[in-house]
């Protein structure tokens, strides 16, 4: 048996015109490559900038933020009151409760609380065993040299415990935030939210 000749296929060389088209295809490509590269790059770098600034904002934020914590004492009959952080020292605070529970306000100096006995008397007539009494007040802070001043409001949790051949006893049972940055009068504010329970 014989065999038939394979044909081969001719062979050309690549003219002067195919090889420049070829190379500028490629530089084409590889420009285009790097500049996407360079435009992703400059993407992350000013997103990254972005969270940086947002987080700077924050903190000063946090920083100008006052936040008070209160912590039960003597079974309830008083609340300490003192700041989240540290570095800011309550000078002086007034406190505002709703008229229907103490139509005066209250002021405290160098002692930052709230006591039992200041609304005993006027949550005895609001005839609720356990709830939230809202409390507006302006503190008086000092920190990083300067004198400061927060408005807010706050609920006191409270609970009347009934005693033999006495009147209830009036425990404050903790301290939450129920409104920051208060304008105009504490007084009102708390009445609003007494009366909106």
Not at 123 to 132: E, F, Q, V
Not at 173 to 193: K, T
Request: glycine share 8%; hydrophobic share 40%; aromatic share 6%.
């Amino acid at each position: 048996m014989s065999e038939t000749p394979r044909k081969r296929l001719p062979l050309r060389w690549l003219s002067l015109a195919e090889i420049v088209g070829v190379v500028a295809v490629v530089v084409a490509v590889l420009g285009y490559w790097d500049s996407h590269r360079e435009r992703t790059q400059e993407a992350r770098e000013k997103a990254l900038a972005a969270r940086e600034r947002q987080v700077e904002v924050r903190a000063a934020a946090l920083k100008q933020t006052f936040l008070m914590t209160g912590a039960a004492e003597s079974s309830g009959e008083r609340i300490r009151l003192a700041s989240l952080r540290p570095e800011q020292v309550i000078q002086t605070q007034s406190v505002w409760f709703p008229k229907a529970i103490r139509a005066d306000s209250l002021e405290t100096t160098g002692n930052p609380r709230l006591e039992a006995g200041w609304i005993e008397d006027g949550l005895r007539k609001a005839k609720t065993k356990t709830g939230r009494v809202p409390v507006g007040v302006l503190t008086v802070f000092f920190e990083d040299g300067q004198t400061k001043t927060d408005r807010a409001v706050y609920w006191v949790g409270y609970s009347l415990r009934p005693r033999t051949l006495r009147g209830d006893r009036l425990e404050l049972e903790g301290l939450s935030l129920a409104r920051r940055g208060v304008a105009g009068d504490l007084q009102a504010a708390a009445d609003n939210l007494w009366a909106a329970r």
